[in-house]
T-cell receptor
C-alpha cells in the first residue's frame, strides 16, 4: 500500500445518497487514479488526474465526480446517478517521471442497500 | 480500445515455474508494461515493469519480444502464497490511456 490510504475500508449507503470516498497519498506523486472492480472482474478506470486542479474521465466516469484541489488528495464522489454503485473502489498514485508504475491503496468496498 | 488479454486461470504446484502471458496488440509506442499481483479484497501490488527484452528482479522476470505485442511474466518456483490474480497494465496506442489486462487467476497446489 505504501503511502496511499483509502478510507473507510467498508462503506454502506442507502440508494439515492451521494457518497464520497477518500484517497490520500504522502508520496509526492503527481498523478492519481480511481478504479472500480466488480466481483471476479478486472479494474476499470473511472477518473484520473495528472496535476492539481485538472482531471480526465476514464472509461466509466458516468455517475461519478472527482476533485483535485491538493496534490495529496483525490476524493471520489459516487452520485445517485450511478446506477450500480456497489463495488470495490481502488485509488492509485504515480510519480511524474516517465512511465513509472502506479501504486495502489487498500481499497474501499462500497455497498449500496 | 486496445485488447489486453490474459488466460483466465492457471494451475501449478509448489516449486514449479509459472509463465503468464499478456497480449497487447495495440500498445503505445513509449509505454512500459507493468505487472501486478492482487489478493482478494486488497489493492494490486506492483511486481515488475519493463519496456523491451528481459527484466529481472528478486521476485519475477518479464520477457518482452521485439514487437512488444505481448509480454510474459515468469514466476520462478512458486509457493502457496503466490496464489492470486495477476494483471498486466499497458498504455493504449490510440487513446494513450492505461488499460489493465483481463487478469489471470493462479492457483498453486501443494
Amino acid at each position: 500500500d505504501g503511502g496511499i490510504t483509502q478510507s473507510p475500508k467498508y462503506l454502506f449507503r442507502k440508494e439515492g445518497q451521494n457518497v464520497t470516498l477518500s484517497c490520500e497519498q504522502n508520496l509526492n506523486h503527481d498523478a492519481m487514479y480511481w478504479y472500480r472492480q466488480d466481483p471476479g472482474q478486472g479494474l476499470r478506470l473511472i477518473y484520473y488526474s495528472q496535476i492539481v486542479n485538472d482531471f480526465q474521465k476514464g472509461d466509466i466516469a458516468e455517475g461519478y465526480s472527482v476533485s483535485r484541489e491538493k496534490k495529496e488528495s483525490f476524493p471520489l464522489t459516487v452520485t445517485s446517478a450511478q446506477k450500480n454503485p456497489t463495488a470495490f473502489y481502488l485509488c492509485a498514485s504515480q510519480p511524474g517521471t516517465a512511465n513509472p508504475p502506479q501504486y495502489f491503496g487498500p481499497g474501499t468496498r462500497l455497498t449500496v442497500l | 480500445l486496445a485488447k489486453t488479454t490474459q488466460p483466465i486461470s492457471m494451475d501449478s504446484y509448489e516449486g514449479q515455474e509459472v509463465n503468464i502471458t499478456c497480449s497487447h496488440n495495440n500498445i503505445a509506442t513509449n509505454d512500459y508494461i507493468t505487472w501486478y499481483q492482487q489478493f482478494p479484497s486488497q489493492g494490486p501490488r506492483f511486481i515488475i515493469q519493463g519496456y523491451k527484452t528481459k527484466v529481472t528482479n528478486e521476485v519475477a522476470s518479464l520477457f518482452i519480444p521485439a514487437d512488444r505485442k505481448s509480454s510474459t511474466l515468469s514466476l520462478p518456483r512458486v509457493s502457496l502464497s503466490d496464489t492470486a490474480v495477476y494483471y498486466c497494465l499497458v498504455g493504449d496506442y490510440n487513446t494513450d490511456k492505461l488499460i489493465f489486462g483481463t487478469g489471470t487467476r493462479l492457483q498453486v497446489f501443494p
